[in-house]
């Protein structure tokens, strides 16, 4: 589906303006067309975007986080071998472990911030874009692109990711380390989750919330 060329659709009740963030300058919303950004007069900092194929991009991405998932929590994430000694072990069994060691607090912290959080933070992102496509709108929609916004901040799969590589380089001098599918699906995991979160700009997506939103009150019961 292609998008309009003159401006995302934009609701009759959408905010005209909008504050610049870095100086707080309060500017006026302009239709801007695909590939388009707009500027503050004050400072030159970026307001908003227009970025092309962005609900499709947000869609791809995001399926893809998912599938990824997938493959993270079922399939080992690394093999050590130590002296004929050998352990696999994947996101969930490191969680399990780190539980039964009485480590409790970094056992749910880990299950939290690495599976549950991203799940529900993929999960908010495909249910608010997908309807918008068709310039559809589904019951809680804002309350889940609000959480979505609020899940972006603690879904830590690269802070995860970085201990981990940290951690790698420790292991190898203990015992040979064999990376398994869930290590390579995680790491690619970090690229999809940057680019699902990188492709709408939120003037853009509350616009189409509304308008959605707005298109849906006006058709007959």
Known sequence: M???SKGWPRAKSAASHTACGYCDTLQRIIPLSEGESA????????????????LQRTISFSSAALF?????IIFPFLSLDNNGLKSTMTVWDATEQ??????????????LFIIILPLLLIACLIYVCFPLLFQRYWPGG?????????????AMVEVFFLG????L???????????GVGFWAFSLLVVM?????SSVDRVEFWDRLEAAREGGREKPA
């Open 169 to 179: 380089l420790k292991l190898v001098k203990l015992a040979e380390v064999s990376l």
């Open 164 to 167: 981990t590589i940290v951690s």
């Open 193 to 197: 989750l940057a680019g699902a979160l």
């Open 98 to 111: 780190l539980w039964m060691e009485g480590s409790e607090m970094v056992a749910i912290a880990t299950a």
């Open 2 to 4: 292609r998008e309009a």
């Open 142 to 154: 804002v309350m889940a692109f609000r959480a979505a916004t609020f899940l972006q901040t603690w």
């Open 39 to 54: 500027h503050c007069q004050t400072c030159g900092g970026e307001l908003y975007e227009n970025r092309p194929h962005s």
């Open 68 to 72: 990824l998932m997938g493959l993270i």
